[in-house]
């Protein structure tokens, strides 16, 4: 739904979490890899930007990703 309403050159920007805890484990929150958020955006997406947050709270540190993906 996102992609018909968005613009080309639109942004979505995700703090993806928790990267370290699978389906299986239950949720919420769910877990989710950074494969499977790639892999949901494949097409006519453009990743702009990627990263672990500097700031962040501890419990979250380095279990969260910023991505900024840019619609072609």
């Not at 805890?21 to 494969?35: Q, S, Y």
């Not at 790639?38 to 979250?60: C, H, L, V």
């Amino acid at each position: 739904m996102v992609y018909k309403i968005l613009k080309p050159g639109g942004k979505i920007i995700g703090l993806w979490f928790p990267l370290d805890k699978t389906m299986a484990d239950g949720g919420p929150p769910w877990g989710i890899t950074i494969d499977e958020v790639k892999s949901i955006f494949k097409n006519d997406w453009i990743i702009e930007r990627e990263e672990f947050p500097e700031i962040s709270i501890q419990q979250r540190k380095n279990r969260e990703k910023l991505i900024i993906f840019v619609k072609q």
